[in-house]
């Protein structure tokens, strides 16, 4: 059975959750799946990439790249503004690849609005002790944005009601298992297969040749 239309995954979930580690290793398992880079202001955390992780841009960039119409939806998180590029979206579905989206929630809620068959995925963390542990342990931002970024989580959570499902990021290994059966699955989905009319007007025609000829020996 071929691939149907690839669409825009979207990977959402309060910060600290775990996202970003599950986003890059679905698209490190899948070879038809790519990571939608977006625009950042904020400054790159140690080992981050330009271009491979965010593409890390000043605010007179940013400010550009809304005045020329260049981001399917921005969003000022933590205090820091973020951007989703319309040709990172695009270009990855012409060359027939799932684009995997690590944003929050109001840029899912955009991306939902832009692409109809945008597929959201909310991750959950298995607790909030854990959530505050994994915040602790990235230990990028420090502690007034630590709290910032568990504050922001009592309103996110309330989202995941509008997603289409939701994974619990207890075990890594288990949430990415589950992450890769939605993105499967997904690619099975009636509506995605295109030539799904013509593939099942030549299965009848061949059975009916079949049947004719057997009644015909
Ligand atoms: P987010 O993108 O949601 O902010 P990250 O992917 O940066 O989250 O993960 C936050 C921290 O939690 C990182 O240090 C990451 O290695 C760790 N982490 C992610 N998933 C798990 C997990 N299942 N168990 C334990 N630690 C995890
Ligand atoms: P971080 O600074 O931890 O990399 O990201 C902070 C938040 O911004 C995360 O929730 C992340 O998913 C979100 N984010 C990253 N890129 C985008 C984007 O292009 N658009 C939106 N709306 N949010 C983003």
Redesign the pocket.
Known sequence: MPLGQPFPLVIA?P???????LAHALVGAERNAVFSVSATTRRPRAGERDGVDYHFVSEADFDRMIGEGELVEWATVHGHRYGTPWSAVRDGLANGHTVVL?IDIQGARHVRAAFDEAVLVFILPPNADELRR?LA??NTEGEEDLRRRLSGALNELDAVAEFDYVVV????ER?LQSLEAIFHAERHAVPRVSDLTERVRVIKDRIRDILAQEMHP
């Open positions: 979930a910060s600290g959750t775990g996202k970003t580690s690590d994994r342990g990235r990021n207890d075990d890594f949430a």
